[in-house]
């Protein structure tokens, strides 16, 4: 008799999961629940699905349940796992539209629910009119709210990678927006001065940015709407839609209930193969914890493309083959109002947090050659440990062309360079590309300096 | 008495090692001897200020002799150096425009001549309107001929990127261009496939291209002017100016008659601080040879942020500081014509002539996540070592924000890693910069899976 995988949620991580096991192992029986609409779609195209930029749900897909059954996977769809038995080795699902019920069978396991948006427990939380986004579902009932004409106010909750991205896409839209974070600047995995940048250029665009101010509660009309955010500090932003923009945690809830071990970051304890420490049951996606190669620690974080990666590494040991999910060093990128943002590495304040002592440099140049149309302004700054001299982090803000090229420190991150080894890097020059010097190359040289003075005077 | 340093050649190398010794020993005597107009110009922005899109010659120099004076550098502009005497460590001297001579003593002296363009021996290269395109004064000349109206059509002689950057130039401004290579595809560094499109991409801007033929003769004219190519198929092609785009060789004839030694590949040689074999001297820049760090050979590679960087070293030296230049690996840069392409590490032939064995895959993919508006297309080329699976070299073609990824692959490369290590890097992701896979890990992938499957058939 064939093998039985079993797969709870159906998008990054679960589908990749499900795809590369059945591609492996031909005759491997596999079962993808999803309690949603949609399969393997992108989450991080739902800001761009509200502004419009973006035009119709079906594109944000990346693989749909019919394209996954044609490939062989038993997908079943708005169908939810309620309770896992690891000792019988079952799922109980339940149809979410037409209410039936049964269990599955399963050799192997792979726990993959996700992610469930932060709900601050404040007043009026629940009301009508306050919305997350996180899955494809909340993007369509925001995209319904905001085609309503009585929606001319909106204030978003959070001012991290996504609260930014969807008040851009409500200010796209015309409408006013307020954003309100509890930080000094926002996108808080980001240094204060990059931070900084940000907040202006997002107010540049017409958007209000209260900081250093929570929300205390949600004030709710007689028709049960939200109508207004009352912050901390007693101001009151009225509303026609609130949106929670508050980061999110990962679903463990399943994995507790049945027993499935979290690790010390909350998440689901994984091995490098994506071996939870229950027999026959994986997990992947953001609903695990990672291993941060330059903290040293377990962490959560949330994003697609570790969702996929994951998945495949689970996939490929499932169907028989060795993989490995090697761990993350915190590289993240975001386009907000013309601006661009990276960093990767870590922070001032997680390099400090995990025991390690260093120079920051900033240095600020352009994104091609000074005298080339176009050049772009770009700011690279650069943490180095003291003494090895060694790249901890790196932060990059400008505009267009300038971001990206945080993937190259992070590959130098990655292979523990120092900063003296990055500065002689034979990257590529050309004036439509950069100065002689990349940015990248100039911050090194100067963290260089930096690391050289500072030997001195130890 | 405090020493003296002699620096000949005022451009990207010797600027940066007359700065930087300057800067590290401020009681250096540093006299620094240029021939042509100008001081650390910006040889690779020449097809740009001729094709317009750069106003004025001064935006192309990043320090003037001035700038330079200002530091504490003694230049001496329009004056060639005219030999070397290592015995008596000497420099002879002749002002090009007072025809003053005169000696000038050294304790240490930089070698930093760049390079001569390459002229094919046939009849007619010297006659009026066949210019070169290497210093800032062949700009000069080349945007006078340019500006006159009896100039309507330009042959440009070589395929590479100047020939082709030229090419566009020139038909920027509304003249009739013709490239003629001998090879089948143009940019003989590029594999063929990516030199194919980029011949598409020249010819889609109405730019004539004409391959696989070499230049047998330049006809002139009564008036003693190029009037055409003759091609060594025997076609003729009617030109009012023809530019040499033929690459260029190191300038060591100065080296040669001193008896500074050469190394393998025609350039001088250096060690990794940038001192030649002969007491004293240095060397940096288009002149000198750098090791490759994946074929192991001596290489000429003449581009200016070599330039800088072992410019740098060689005055870090001098200066009493410590610092080596570590070598190169191909990585190049160039957009012609709305097209994008970069190369790092070997290309195919080259890893064939260097004796590795390899599987070789491309891919295609988008530059933002696929649905994003603003998508562009991207193909991306790797060679991976059988068996270790170390990437040995990469290509890049593609519209806009496809090729700066090379910086990436170009640090993978250095760092020596398979591309089953590459596939797991941490890498940037959201919808407005890539895919959730980016390009350069969907390459990567398939190459692990090529090497995967050349293992089984061994």
Sequence with gaps: MSKRLVVIGGDAAGGSAASQAKKRQRDLDVVMFERGRATSYSACGIPYWI??????????????????????????????????????????????DGGAAGTEPYDDLVYATGSVPMRPPVPGIDAAGVHGVQVLDDGAAL?????????????????GYIGLEIAEACRMRGLDVTVVDRSATPVGTFDPDVGAQIAEAVRKEGIDVVLSDGVAAIEVGRDGRARAVVTA?????PADLVVLGLGVRPDVRLAQEAGIPL???????????????????????????????????????????????QGRVAGINIGGGYATFPGVIGTAITRVCNLEAARTGLSSV?????????????????????????????????????????????????????????????????????????????????????????PVLIAARKAFEAVEADVRQL
Tied chains: 1, 2.
């Design 233 to 237: 500090s007693g101001r009151e932003l």
């Design 263 to 309: 690790g010390t970051s909350g998440g689901v304890a994984v091995d490098a193969r994506m071996r939870t420490r229950a027999e026959g049951v994986w997990a992947a996606g953001d609903c695990v914890e990672s291993r941060h190669r330059l903290s040293g620690q377990r962490v959560v974080v949330a994003l697609g493309t570790h969702a996929n990666k």
């Design 143 to 159: 995209r319904a709210e905001l085609s309503r004409d009585s929606v001319r106010r909106v204030v978003v909750v959070g001012g």
């Design 51 to 96: 502004s419009g930029a973006v035009d119709d749900e079906a594109s944000l897909v990346a693989r749909t349940p019919d394209e996954h059954r044609a490939a062989g996977i038993d997908v079943r769809m708005r169908t939810e796992v309620v309770g896992i038995d690891l000792e019988r080795q079952v799922v109980h699902w339940r149809d979410l």
């Design 350 to 438: 997680e390099a400090e947090a995990a025991g390690y002592s260093f120079v920051k440099v900033g240095v600020d140049s352009t994104t091609k050659a000074g005298y080339f149309p176009g050049a772009e302004p770009i700011h690279v700054s650069m943490i180095a440990e003291r003494r090895s001299g060694r790249l901890l982090g790196a932060q990059i803000v400008g505009r267009e062309a300038a971001a990206k090229r945080v993937d190259a420190l992070a590959i130098c991150i990655w292979n523990e360079m120092s900063v003296d080894e990055i500065l002689s890097l034979d990257l590529s020059y050309a004036p439509p590309f950069s100065p002689v010097w990349d």
